[in-house]
């Protein structure tokens, strides 16, 4: 279906049900700003806002908040002095891995095998302890004598390969290593990292709905939050999503409290820190290719709960008092919803799946194999929204950030599917006007292929990304739909994938030519 003439039938169909929609997110926005806690009490009140996935939350809540919270000038977003700019076109050194829309994130001359990263915590004590991360890459560009990695702030920070110290020095949000040579393409090099300190606190020019990304001290735990460019305020990265690596944690944290990562946990092991408390050594690994902005660790006071699938998948959660029984909703779907998804789309991608819990402001974030949520976001719906991200965002990753509605679009589409799941296709027809309408109503007006950075988590982001799978699922019918999208993770999983792969994917198995589906969707 066209987007104009969907959006047509929504103004003849939903004229009264739009007041509704209206009213109600005026209550939610009214809610948020005048400070309650749980926009819950809000939420359930209008009846068509209710029925929206939850994500509707922060979606909603980011263009108020953006009134709010000062937003930076478009001027100052990206202060990258190493994308010159030759008449017309950008021309990026090996200090940007050549995304347009975030020039200043990742790197080129190398590739990122995997991360260790060893780092000692107290909840108590907001800076890290001690931090050592080592990063096994292979070299790419033979001509490269430095090496520019994403890291931002800390201190006593030192460089060295194996025994070896390395010179490097800190240019904007670049740490610049120096090659002891030039290396062969295809030599493998490690280097070490040590840091310490407080981390620094800045927000990020894409969320304008949390104070900033990377590590959190809060309330007695710790954890990381990264999408999209948070990884580099917690450690050194090849910080986008094309260097995808493996990664092992060592987490070490004072005796009685739990650390926990992507994966799986290896090793337990008693130690003591420097100051003589009794701590633990928590060592989890995951053996995947996985994005930066996807890295994931948190320290709490957690239950650990196990489960599979009933395919057989296994699970584990960690949770946290506060919300032990409003979990059990999340426990109820998520392994059926996981065997569901793998029915629609291809097997689960990684060893395993689960979520953390922390006391954080509403947040969830699909951190691969173990989403963390938010206290007020646990949920059966905000778990079923993450989960699909499992596929869409973490097994096949965005190329480019501009492309954020495939994930944030899919992800919204196959949590409605959930929820709807046994109703008639009139029934989501319908669902999907109504929700095409919310957009007319309260979208930004941005264009989907090209949000705004303020705007990367906005409103059209999830719903206008969602009513557009929707019209490409009706244009190309059920069976080329899903023989697409199975054929989209068979070829893309573990890497990444453009809007224009992700096209040539549904052209292949529809024989429909989608040039003019995009345009109308994308521009
Ligand atoms: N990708 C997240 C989701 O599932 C949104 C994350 C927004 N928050 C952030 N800190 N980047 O909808
Ligand atoms: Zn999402």
New binding site residues.
Partial sequence: MKKQALLAKIHRSLITSHRLLVTGYWLLVTGSLVGCSGTATVFPTPIAVAELPT?AV?AINTPTLAANVPVLPTATLSPVATVATVGETAVFTNRSIGDPYTPELGNLGYDVQAYTIALTLDPADPRVQQAATTLDLVITDPTLTELSLDFVGFTDVAVSSGATPLSFRREDDKLLVELPQPLAAGTPFGLTVRYGGEPTRRQSPY?GF?ES?GLTFANGMVYA?A??DGARFWFPANDHPRDKAFYRFELTVPEGLTAVANGTLRETKPTTLPNGRSATTFTWQHDYPMASYLAVIAVGEFERIEATSPQGVPLRHYVAAPVREDFRRVEAVTGEALDWLSGLLGPYPFETFGFVTVDAPQ????TQTLSIVSFESVGARTAV??LV?MWFGDDVSLHSWQEMWR??GF?TYFELLWQMRGESAEALDARIAEMAGAVAQNGAGYPLGNPPPAQL?GFNTYFEGATAVHALRRQLGDEAFFAGLRLYFERYGGGTASDADFQAVMEEVSGQLLDPFFAEWLQ
């Fill in positions: 994500t922060s969320v949390v990304l939050l999408e999209p947040v969830a974030l699909e929204h993450e991200h994930n944030e992800a988590f």
